[in-house]
C-alpha cells in the first residue's frame, strides 16, 4: 500500500510527532513538497504532505492562519509538517488551533530531521508501493494466463475476481452474460445489459464506469476485439476503485480474452467453410458424408428434426441476424449451422423448436414492427430483410428443406411480409398465391374471348362457366343457380368451347378456366 502519514509517524529516523488531526493519519501521501510561498495552493495536485518552515508567514496570526490551512485542505494536501528550531522553536498556536478547526493533521519535525529525509522516506515507500504492485501484477498476469489456458475464460474470471476482491462476467457480442464469477454475480451483470449495449456501439477498444459510493458496487466496462465493432464485453464489479495491482489484473484479462475472442474468431472462420462443406453435402443428398466431415462440430444436430432458414439481408442485417441467431443457440446450449451465400444471403440450419429459431422469428418480427414504424412516419431503411423457414426435416429431407425455405422467402417477397413458413402455405389457401401479376395477366387472356363475346349481349358465358365448374358439372343445380333451362347451359357451354378452343371434359382445361377466373374476381 502507498505511504501514509501514520507510517511516516512510526519512521523511527525521522522522530516526527503529532500536533492536530490525529484522526486522519490513515491518508496516503502522493508525495512531500516544500514550499515557503505564502501561497503555495497553484502548484498543489492534491495528496501532498507540505514542509513548511514558516519562512513568509505570520504564523502567529490567527485568522492568517485560518485563511492559509483551509486553502490547504481546499487543494487537497494531506498533511503540514512544520520544522521547529528554524523561524519559530515551536509551532505556534494560531497554527495549530487552525489545523484542528479544519481537520488538517500537523506534524512537528524537529530540527535534526531535514525534510530531505522525508522526502526520501515518501519516495521510497512510493517505490516500494509500485514494486509491490508491478509484481503483484506479474504474478496475477501468470495466475490469469494459466486459468486461461487450462479452465478457459470461466477460470480466468475466477482468478481475476479474486485477484480484485470483487466479481467478474463475460459477455458475448450480442451483450447477453456468457459467464460470471463467482456465480451469485450472475444477477447483477444481467442488470447492465443496457449499458453493455451502448459500449457494444462505441469502436473498440472502450470502457466505462458504473455505479460509485451511492450504488452497491464500482463496476468497469469493457469492451473485447480488434476490429471496429466490439466481439465481446467484460464487467469488473469491486466496492471501491481499482488500486495499482489490480489495475495490471484487469488489464491482463482484458488482452487474454480479447486473444480468445480473435482466435475464436479465427476458429469460427474454419467452422464456417466446414459448414459450407456439410451443407453442400446435405443438399446433394450425401448425409452421409456430412456426417463425417461434421464430426463432433454440430452435435447431434444433422440427426434431429431440424428447419432451413433461408434469408435475403445485406450489411448490418445479415450480421445481426447472424449474431442473434449464434448467442441464442450458444445461450441454449444448441448446434447451428450457419453459412452465408454471396453478399445478400444467408442459410441457416437449426434445431427444431429450439432456440435459434425462435430467435430468427422474434428478431423478423421486430424488424418488420421497427419498418411499420418508419413508413408511417415518412421513412424508410434502405435495407431490407426477408426470410423464408421450411417445416421441420430430417438429413435425408435437406434438399426438400431448402427448397421450402426458398418457395417460403419467395412468398415472403411477393406478399410484402418479412417472414413466411412454409407450414403457413401449406396449411393456407392456394388463393393468396393468384395475387401475382403474372397469374392475372394469364388469366384475363385466358377469360379474354369469353367477355367480349358477353360484351355483345349474346349471353352470359362467364357467369355459366362459373355456376358449372362451382357445381362440378352438375347441368341441373347449375341451371338452378343461373335460373335457365339446363339446355340453356349446355348450349352455353359449348360456345365456351368453341370459342376457347378447348375441350370442357379435360380436367387441366376445367382446372385453369377456374383458377383464372379466382385470379379476376370475375363476378
Known amino acids: 500500500m502507498p505511504p501514509t502519514l501514520a507510517s511516516l509517524v512510526h519512521h523511527s529516523a525521522l522522530k516526527l510527532t503529532v500536533r492536530a488531526g490525529e484522526g486522519r493519519l490513515d491518508v496516503p501521501v502522493r508525495w512531500a513538497h516544500v514550499s515557503e510561498l505564502a501561497d503555495p495552493v497553484p502548484y498543489m495536485e492534491g495528496g501532498e504532505l507540505l514542509l513548511i518552515t514558516a519562512l513568509k508567514l505570520d504564523a502567529e496570526d490567527p485568522q492568517a492562519m485560518r485563511r492559509y490551512v483551509k486553502r490547504l485542505v481546499g487543494a487537497g494536501v494531506v498533511g503540514l509538517g512544520f520544522a521547529v528550531g528554524v523561524n519559530y522553536e515551536e509551532i505556534p498556536d494560531a497554527l495549530?488551533?487552525?489545523?484542528?478547526?479544519e481537520g488538517l493533521p500537523l506534524l512537528e519535525v524537529?530540527?535534526?530531521?531535514p525534510f530531505l529525509a522525508i522526502s526520501k522516506a515518501v519516495s521510497a515507500a512510493i517505490a516500494a508501493d509500485q514494486y509491490r504492485a508491478v509484481t503483484a501484477g506479474f504474478a496475477a498476469q501468470r495466475e490469469l494466463t494459466r486459468q486461461a489456458l487450462n479452465a478457459g475464460p470461466e477460470g480466468l474470471l475466477s482468478a481475476l475476481a479474486a485477484q480484485v476482491d470483487g466479481w467478474a462476467a463475460l459477455?458475448?457480442?450480442s451483450g447477453a452474460v456468457v459467464a460470471t464469477a463467482p456465480e451469485w454475480a450472475g444477477r447483477r451483470a444481467a442488470r447492465l445489459t443496457a449499458e453493455v449495449e451502448r459500449l457494444r456501439e462505441r469502436p473498440a477498444p472502450a470502457s466505462s464506469v458504473v455505479g460509485g459510493p451511492d450504488h452497491e458496487d464500482r463496476v468497469e466496462l469493457h469492451s473485447l476485439g480488434t476490429g471496429r465493432r466490439p466481439r465481446a464485453a467484460l464487467a469488473v464489479g469491486t466496492a471501491a476503485a481499482l488500486g495499482t495491482a489490480e489495475r495490471y489484473a484487469v488489464h491482463s484479462a482484458i488482452a487474454l480474452l480479447t486473444l480468445t475472442t480473435e482466435r475464436s474468431r479465427s476458429l469460427h472462420a474454419a467452422e464456417q467453410r466446414v459448414g459450407e462443406a456439410v451443407l453442400r453435402m446435405l443438399l446433394a443428398g450425401q448425409p452421409d458424408h456430412a456426417r463425417a466431415v461434421a464430426g463432433d462440430l454440430y452435435g447431434r444436430l444433422l440427426d434431429a428434426p431440424f428447419r432451413m432458414?433461408?434469408?435475403?439481408a445485406g450489411g448490418e442485417l445479415r450480421a445481426g441476424l447472424t449474431e442473434v441467431v449464434e448467442s441464442a443457440a450458444a445461450r441454449s446450449g444448441e448446434a447451428v449451422l450457419v453459412v452465408p451465400e454471396g453478399e445478400e444471403r444467408l442459410v441457416v440450419l437449426a434445431a427444431d423448436g429450439g432456440a435459434a429459431v425462435t430467435a430468427c422469428t422474434e428478431y423478423a418480427a421486430a424488424w418488420e414492427a421497427a419498418r411499420t414504424e418508419a413508413d408511417e412516419q415518412g421513412g424508410g431503411d434502405a435495407e431490407e430483410?426477408?426470410?423464408?423457414l421450411s417445416a421441420p426435416a430430417g438429413p435425408t429431407g435437406a434438399a426438400a428443406a431448402y427448397r421450402q425455405a426458398e418457395q417460403a422467402l419467395s412468398v415472403a417477397r411477393r406478399r410484402g411480409r418479412v417472414l413466411v413458413e412454409h407450414e403457413q402455405l401449406a396449411s393456407g389457401s392456394v388463393l393468396p398465391l393468384l395475387a401475382d401479376d403474372a397469374v392475372r395477366a394469364f388469366a384475363d387472356g385466358l377469360l379474354r374471348a369469353l367477355r367480349?363475346?358477353?360484351a355483345t349481349?349474346?349471353?352470359?358465358?362467364?357467369?355459366?362457366?362459373?355456376?358449372?365448374l362451382s357445381r362440378h358439372g352438375q347441368w341441373d343445380a347449375a341451371a338452378a343457380d343461373l335460373g335457365v333451362h339446363r339446355h340453356t347451359l349446355r348450349y352455353r357451354m359449348r360456345r365456351v368451347e368453341e370459342i376457347l378452343g378447348r375441350s370442357l371434359d379435360d380436367p387441366d382445361v376445367r382446372m385453369e378456366l377456374w383458377l383464372a377466373l379466382k385470379a379476376t374476381s370475375a363476378d
Open 96 to 101: 495549530v488551533g487552525a489545523a484542528e478547526k
Open 110 to 113: 524537529p530540527r535534526r530531521t
Open 171 to 173: 459477455y458475448d457480442a
Open 309 to 312: 432458414l433461408v434469408a435475403d
Open 385 to 388: 430483410l426477408v426470410v423464408g
Open 452 to 454: 367480349e363475346h358477353d
Open 457 to 468: 349481349g349474346r349471353g352470359d358465358l362467364v357467369a355459366s362457366l362459373r355456376a358449372w
